[in-house]
């Protein structure tokens, strides 16, 4: 077993990989009071409710959800600078060509487009509420398919950075590979979302335990774990940067002496 060390990082790099750990929560905050409080989409509407009746809640509750919708689109700039600085610490973490890790780096910032377009998308049906129900309607299924549809691409980030940590065989462990075998499970899990618009009432109905709650959120609580281990373990594979001077000393001592 490859019980090397780590690759380490410099300080000012480490600081920055643990600032974008942070941003996950803030994407989670903004994303769940824009999206899911002020956006009306905890729990979301069935789809088996008519033209009519989804209307009527854009009409009623217009502004708040203006407002909730164009935050939960801003939220996503979040899990995008999480997914560039998770990038930052694998490529220390993988060996060999980083394939891995820009395949989460794709993933992962491809996904942030997912909820954006969303959210964009049912800000549409709320900009103007009293157009044709027909057309509410339309924007409002428009937004649940690119959500549960396209989040197929997350499978990329969560499946590689799982299989990262569980080949890690390092002395200084980020992730647990327990960890990685959740992301792995949680990844292909997402595959489920792809049998959603055959079904308007159900558990794969996109408010049904498999298209809703168990992909929505159990990955949020798989991201908090994983920016925590970031956040902690980050400086483990710190090492103070070494002064210019001090780097040079052996040539400006040759220098002064001739």
Same mark, same amino acid.
């Given at each position: =077993?490859?019980?090397?060390?780590?690759?380490?990082?410099?300080?000012?790099?480490?600081?920055?990989?643990?600032?974008?750990?942070?941003?996950?929560?803030?994407?989670?905050?903004?994303?769940?009071?824009g999206?899911?409080?002020?956006?009306?989409?905890?729990?979301?509407?069935?789809?088996?409710?008519?033209?009519?009746e989804?209307?009527?809640?854009?009409?009623?509750?217009?502004?708040?959800?203006?407002?909730?919708?164009?935050?939960?689109?801003?939220?996503?700039?979040?899990? =995008?600078?999480?997914?560039?600085?998770?990038?930052?610490?694998?490529?220390?973490?993988?060996?060999?060509?980083?394939?891995?890790?820009?395949?989460?780096? =794709?993933?992962?910032?491809?996904?942030? =487009?997912?909820?954006?377009?969303?959210?964009?998308?049912?800000?549409?049906?709320?900009?103007?509420?009293?157009q044709?129900?027909?057309?509410?309607?339309?924007?409002?299924?428009?937004?649940?398919l690119?959500?549960?549809?396209?989040?197929?691409?997350?499978?990329?980030?969560?499946?590689?950075?799982?299989?990262?940590?569980?080949?890690?065989?390092?002395?200084?462990?980020?992730?647990?590979?327990?960890?990685?075998?959740?992301?792995?499970?949680?990844?292909?899990?997402?595959?489920?979302?792809?049998?959603?618009?055959?079904?308007?009432?159900?558990?794969?109905?996109?408010?049904?335990l498999?298209?809703?709650?168990?992909?929505?959120?159990?990955?949020?609580?798989?991201?908090?774990?994983?920016?925590?281990?970031?956040?902690?373990?980050?400086?483990?594979?710190?090492?103070?940067?070494?002064p210019?001077?001090?780097?040079?000393?052996?040539?400006?001592?040759?220098?002064?002496?001739?």
């Amino acid at each position: =077993m490859d019980t090397t060390s780590a690759s380490v990082i410099g300080v000012n790099e480490a600081q920055t990989i643990k600032l974008g750990g942070w941003s996950v929560f803030l994407f989670l905050m903004l994303f769940g009071i824009g999206w899911g409080i002020l956006g009306r989409n905890i729990p979301p509407y069935s789809p088996s409710l008519t033209a009519a009746e989804i209307s009527a809640v854009f009409r009623d509750h217009a502004g708040p959800m203006r407002i909730g919708l164009a935050l939960g689109a801003f939220s996503t700039t979040f899990l =995008m600078t999480w997914a560039v600085a998770l990038f930052r610490l694998l490529i220390h973490i993988e060996r060999g060509g980083k394939i891995l890790s820009y395949l989460q780096l =794709m993933g992962g910032s491809l996904t942030a =487009m997912v909820p954006l377009f969303a959210c964009i998308t049912w800000l549409t049906a709320a900009f103007r509420p009293e157009q044709d129900p027909n057309v509410v309607r339309m924007l409002y299924d428009l937004g649940w398919l690119i959500m549960d549809i396209g989040f197929g691409i997350t499978i990329v980030q969560y499946v590689a950075l799982g299989i990262i940590a569980i080949r890690d065989q390092r002395d200084v462990i980020i992730f647990p590979k327990w960890l990685g075998w959740l992301g792995i499970w949680i990844g292909t899990e997402f595959a489920v979302e792809l049998v959603m618009p055959s079904f308007r009432a159900g558990p794969f109905a996109w408010d049904g335990l498999f298209a809703y709650w168990i992909p929505f959120f159990v990955p949020f609580a798989w991201m908090v774990m994983v920016a925590v281990c970031m956040i902690r373990g980050t400086d483990r594979l710190a090492t103070p940067a070494v002064p210019p001077f001090e780097r040079l000393g052996p040539e400006i001592t040759r220098d002064q002496n001739a």
